[in-house]
């Protein structure tokens, strides 16, 4: 690491807190140390460093952005705040790019694709007969009568079609999400305020005037949920069902972790930090079918499958994210974009981005530090620069 990075790294280390890990500059520093800020469960230890793949057959490649702006995928990814970008084919890295501040080796947070993760994992459950997609949650978690979840099933929150009043407002700093990310130990606690658990904040939501299972509504404690639901279900903690059912099985090599709130409940919705290679491994996984490349099945196959190929249509029309992907779906945590390559994906605030495109066999994995959590412009751009790497990499063996 140069003397003026080190000492820039320095800087951020001794101002990043709570209140400001989620805002540039201190996000390009605390993506990849969020267990120097919030509690964590250890998923996997530290594994040799890898040889690096280089970035040759990133050259070359030329990407469109929306606005009709030209620029080589090099450019893009210095401008865009990206921290890493890795393509792999078959269980091989085949070519991967990183940023010169990132240490390719430290775990960086996934945000939401946890809950593509959470999916796989729920299916293994489900796999081992100890969880039923069709039961009540409150077979599992008990909610007050007036909870959203005291009425709505495992598919519900696999599908996010939970009728719930709640609002995924990443810059709320006063109201309920701001509450819910204080109970999971994301943001700074109020002077005297009493502390709530994750699990507490959850009963608590109520029910909108909506029907469960009908549309679309994503909202990040369902997969939140989906994990406690999982934990019940199998007797396991979380890190622990996912360390020994998944991570390991896959054939992960590099640390990883999961943030945990005050009773030790995994942030099952968007707290697993991991390396880049490990990620794609995961995708490498769920592209195979859930067998992983040593022949084990590790996620029921049927599972996978279910997830590719099924969802409610009319359920994401009539949905909150249905301009994101014109002719997609959701199903049990994964986006189904609906192109013509068959892409299907998992997406995290301040732009991550699992990709996964079987036309070319490829899987891709973007890390970021972006400091806007959230914006439909820099999705569209980044959905077809994905798409666009995906299809100029599809001869390369």
Same mark, same amino acid.
């Given at each position: 690491m140069a003397p003026r990075t080190a000492m820039l790294e320095q800087a951020i280390l001794e101002k990043a807190a709570l209140a400001n890990w989620r805002i540039a500059p201190f996000c390009q520093w605390s993506f990849q140390n969020l267990d120097a800020l919030v509690p964590t469960a250890a998923i996997s230890e530290p594994g040799l460093s890898e040889s690096d793949a280089g970035s040759a057959l990133f050259d070359g490649i030329e990407v469109d952005y929306p606005d009709g702006q030209r620029l080589t995928l090099r450019e893009h990814l210095t401008r865009s705040s990206t921290d890493a970008l890795v393509a792999m084919r078959d269980g091989e890295v085949v070519a991967e790019w990183y940023a010169p501040h990132l240490d390719r080796d430290r775990p960086h947070t996934i945000f939401s694709i946890s809950k593509s993760v959470t999916g796989m994992l729920a299916g293994i459950a489900i796999g081992e007969g100890k969880l039923d997609p069709a039961a009540p949650i409150s077979h599992y978690v008990a909610a007050p009568t007036r909870s959203a979840y005291a009425s709505a099933t495992v598919r519900d929150l696999l599908d996010m079609?939970?009728? *719930? %009043?709640? $609002? $995924?407002?990443? *810059?709320?700093?006063? !109201?309920?999400?701001?509450?819910?990310?204080? +109970?999971?130990?994301?943001? #700074?606690a109020r002077p005297g305020e009493t502390p709530e658990t994750l699990e507490q904040v959850m009963t608590s939501l109520g029910r909108s005037a909506a029907e469960h299972g009908r549309a679309f509504y994503y909202a990040s404690p369902n997969a939140d949920m989906l994990g406690l639901v999982i934990e019940r279900a199998t007797g396991t903690p979380y890190h622990a069902y996912l360390a020994q059912r998944l991570w390991r099985p896959m054939g992960a090599r590099g640390a990883a972790y999961v943030t945990v709130d005050r009773a030790g409940t995994a942030r099952a919705s968007g707290g697993i930090c991991a390396t880049a290679r490990d990620l794609a491994r995961f995708g490498q996984l769920v592209l195979d079918g859930g067998r992983a490349r040593d022949g084990r099945q590790v996620v029921p196959s049927e599972w996978v499958a279910d997830m590719r190929t099924k969802g409610n249509r009319r359920a994401w029309e009539t949905g909150n994210f249905w301009d994101m992907f014109l002719d997609g779906r959701y199903r049990s945590c994964w986006y189904l974009t609906g192109n013509p390559r068959g892409a299907f994906c998992g997406v995290g605030i301040h !732009?991550?981005? *699992?990709?996964? %495109? #079987?036309? /070319?066999?490829?899987? *891709?994995?973007?890390?970021?530090?972006? #400091?806007? #959590?959230? $914006?439909? +412009?820099? /999705? $569209?751009?980044e959905i077809g620069v994905l798409n666009r790497v995906g299809e100029a990499l599809q001869r390369v063996v």
């Amino acid at each position: 690491m140069a003397p003026r990075t080190a000492m820039l790294e320095q800087a951020i280390l001794e101002k990043a807190a709570l209140a400001n890990w989620r805002i540039a500059p201190f996000c390009q520093w605390s993506f990849q140390n969020l267990d120097a800020l919030v509690p964590t469960a250890a998923i996997s230890e530290p594994g040799l460093s890898e040889s690096d793949a280089g970035s040759a057959l990133f050259d070359g490649i030329e990407v469109d952005y929306p606005d009709g702006q030209r620029l080589t995928l090099r450019e893009h990814l210095t401008r865009s705040s990206t921290d890493a970008l890795v393509a792999m084919r078959d269980g091989e890295v085949v070519a991967e790019w990183y940023a010169p501040h990132l240490d390719r080796d430290r775990p960086h947070t996934i945000f939401s694709i946890s809950k593509s993760v959470t999916g796989m994992l729920a299916g293994i459950a489900i796999g081992e007969g100890k969880l039923d997609p069709a039961a009540p949650i409150s077979h599992y978690v008990a909610a007050p009568t007036r909870s959203a979840y005291a009425s709505a099933t495992v598919r519900d929150l696999l599908d996010m079609t939970v009728a *719930l %009043d709640f $609002e $995924e407002s990443y *810059l709320d700093t006063t !109201g309920l999400f701001d509450r819910y990310r204080r +109970a999971m130990l994301w943001n #700074p606690a109020r002077p005297g305020e009493t502390p709530e658990t994750l699990e507490q904040v959850m009963t608590s939501l109520g029910r909108s005037a909506a029907e469960h299972g009908r549309a679309f509504y994503y909202a990040s404690p369902n997969a939140d949920m989906l994990g406690l639901v999982i934990e019940r279900a199998t007797g396991t903690p979380y890190h622990a069902y996912l360390a020994q059912r998944l991570w390991r099985p896959m054939g992960a090599r590099g640390a990883a972790y999961v943030t945990v709130d005050r009773a030790g409940t995994a942030r099952a919705s968007g707290g697993i930090c991991a390396t880049a290679r490990d990620l794609a491994r995961f995708g490498q996984l769920v592209l195979d079918g859930g067998r992983a490349r040593d022949g084990r099945q590790v996620v029921p196959s049927e599972w996978v499958a279910d997830m590719r190929t099924k969802g409610n249509r009319r359920a994401w029309e009539t949905g909150n994210f249905w301009d994101m992907f014109l002719d997609g779906r959701y199903r049990s945590c994964w986006y189904l974009t609906g192109n013509p390559r068959g892409a299907f994906c998992g997406v995290g605030i301040h !732009g991550q981005w *699992l990709w996964i %495109d #079987p036309e /070319s066999r490829l899987v *891709l994995v973007r890390f970021c530090s972006r #400091p806007e #959590p959230s $914006e439909d +412009a820099l /999705s $569209e751009r980044e959905i077809g620069v994905l798409n666009r790497v995906g299809e100029a990499l599809q001869r390369v063996v």
